[in-house]
Nanobody
Framework: QVQLVESGGGEVQAGGSLRLSCAAS????????MGWYRQTPGKARDFVAR????????YYADSVKGRFTISRDNAKNTGYLQMNSLKPEDTAIYYC???????????????WGQGTQVTVSS
């Protein structure tokens, strides 16, 4: 099992930056792909970014490409989302997730953090 705790959210003016962290417990973090979604009231959770277990592959939603950078430090069991050039439309609750292997059962199980609020004012 993996427990995830996000931090680093807050309020920032448009054009500013924030770095979110996702601290993981459990032995399987380094073997788990992880990523970030975000959600605004009344809407579905939207994909933001993901990173492979070794950190070698990343993928971004078009809306954040070139502004956000996802990374991870497996030695610290922590993932990050660096958000630059923030816009008011980036305002949302940001959730990290990890797709943990459940050996010997094939496949993975997705775990979620509790979310952290990001508010970008114009």
């Amino acid at each position: 099992q993996v427990q995830l705790v996000e931090s680093g959210g807050g309020e920032v003016q448009a054009g500013g930056s924030l770095r979110l962290s996702c601290a993981a417990s459990g032995r399987t973090f380094s073997s788990s792909d992880m990523g970030w979604y975000r959600q605004t009231p009344g809407k579905a959770r939207d994909f933001v970014a993901r990173i492979g277990r070794s950190g070698g592959s990343t993928y971004y939603a078009d809306s954040v490409k070139g502004r956000f950078t996802i990374s991870r430090d497996n030695a610290k069991n922590t993932g990050y989302l660096q958000m630059n050039s923030l816009k008011p439309e980036d305002t949302a609750i940001y959730y990290c997730y990890a797709d943990a292997q459940q050996a010997p059962v094939p496949g993975t199980v997705r775990y979620w953090g509790q979310g952290t609020q990001v508010t970008v004012s114009s």
